[in-house]
């Protein structure tokens, strides 16, 4: 009986380690409690009603030990409108873009739950669904956010959640770094030789930036560094570039917001986990905050 009750306490601790072990710091449920708000950063889609399925990124992060905003997060997630009013008995479809029909998404779309929540509760993954409205524009858009919708969101993959350590001995990156997402999620997105993706620049050491960009790659302008046969054949270019949160380097930039990558930009990216590189356009900039608590614009 003891020694059961002590192979449950060693599997409690490995499973409570094993939750905790992804990430440097702690993170007990119920904490960093507070407003947290998401950019919405929409997949392709062919429906333009319904749930919509996208990219949220955390709006807006912040460095600080003490801060309940210390994690940039990128999670893939589904939208879901809920009806607003006595008089609405259906849900009204989110107006907001729908790519590729609405080839840019030009403005910023957020969702804030207006109430507090726990951060580590998402993180830990026994919090996958918070209600909230949605705006056209934030707080930190030129014009004052507008409510457009109320709606469900639904966490369905953490696809990059990172602990800022606000520490000054954090060395910065010495060339440019973003981390992209795909905007076609769907099967047949695989074999598509014209991409669209979101890049998220990856946010490391203070005092940094929160920049969201909309590029394409014609994925036939790749090409690999070394000579790796077996990595530079187009479907594996494609399965590299199409695999989420997955590291960009720009190495003739250093990694300052002067430098970060605007329209009508074509630059070359190199993905840091192996030899492929391809020229980056760049559509459009969605979102750009200067760090290290992010609330001023670049
Ligand atoms: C939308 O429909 C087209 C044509 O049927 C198809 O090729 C494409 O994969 C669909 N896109 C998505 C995101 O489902
Ligand atoms: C979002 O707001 C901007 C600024 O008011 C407006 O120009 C734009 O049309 C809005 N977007 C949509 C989809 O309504
Ligand atoms: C933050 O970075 C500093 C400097 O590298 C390191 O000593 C410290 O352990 C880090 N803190 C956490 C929580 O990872």
Known sequence: MILQNIFVLVIIAISTLRADAQYPVPIPP????????????????NATEGPIQAWFSHHVPEFGADSPHNFQIVLNGLLTPLSCFNTEPIAQPIPMPYPPRDPLIQYEY???PPPEFSLNDLLLQTLTELKGSIYNGSFDTPYERI?????TLTVRELTTAVYLNESTS???????R????????SSSGDTKPFQHMYFAHEIHSVPDFDHIIH???DTTQCHCEKSSPLLCNS????????????EWSFPTLTNDFQNRLLPPTVIKGRITSGPVLCPITVLESIHCMIGPDFNHKC
């Open 30 to 45: 119920g904490g960093r409690m507070a407003v947290h708000g998401w950019l919405i950063l929409p997949w392709n889609t």
């Open 110 to 112: 957020t969702i804030t």
């Open 147 to 151: 409510p457009i919708a109320l709606g």
């Open 170 to 176: 954090v060395p910065s990156y010495p060339d440019l």
């Open 178 to 185: 973003y981390l992209s997402y795909p905007r076609d999620m």
């Open 215 to 217: 590029v394409s790659i």
């Open 235 to 246: 479907k594996k270019i494609l399965q590299q570039i199409r695999t989420p949160g997955v």
